[in-house]
């Protein structure tokens, strides 16, 4: 068992993704992990966590803490932590774009790709 921290990082132009900079001791670890992933995942459990992929996140046992599951070519980690900063964090995105309304937020991102696809 190791201490890590969490560092989570939320851009209104960028609404469907949450950053993470997972870190420890002698290393940190950056994962782009979706918002509603992690909604969905705070009121998962064990029996039916959130994500089928490389990212899984439940609710513990002891529901106060979130477990995350990342499988990368690095190997596996399982990571817990308080659940309470998390729901503050997707509070505090959902105050900035809800659920459902992050489409218009893309536009300005999507305006920007499509003239680098055309000037190139």
């Known amino acids: 068992m190791l201490p890590?921290?969490?560092?989570?990082a939320f851009d209104a132009a960028d609404p469907y993704t949450v950053r993470v900079d997972f870190v420890g001791t002698h290393s940190?670890?950056?994962?782009?992990?979706?918002?509603?992933?992690?909604?969905?995942?705070?009121?998962?459990?064990?029996?039916?966590?959130?994500?089928?992929?490389?990212?899984?996140?439940?609710?513990?046992?002891?529901?106060?803490y979130l477990l995350v599951s990342l499988s990368g070519v690095?190997?596996?980690a399982l990571l817990a932590g308080p659940v309470d900063p998390f729901l503050a964090f997707l509070s505090a995105s959902v105050r900035l774009v809800p659920f459902g309304s992050e489409g218009p937020h893309m536009e300005d991102e999507i305006t920007r790709l499509i003239s680098s696809l055309l000037d190139a």
């Open 28 to 64: 940190t670890s950056t994962w782009l992990i979706g918002r509603e992933l992690f909604a969905h995942g705070v009121l998962a459990d064990a029996n039916q966590p959130a994500g089928t992929g490389d990212v899984r996140i439940w609710r513990d046992d002891d529901p106060a």
């Open 74 to 76: 690095e190997g596996d």
């Open 4 to 8: 890590i921290r969490a560092d989570l």
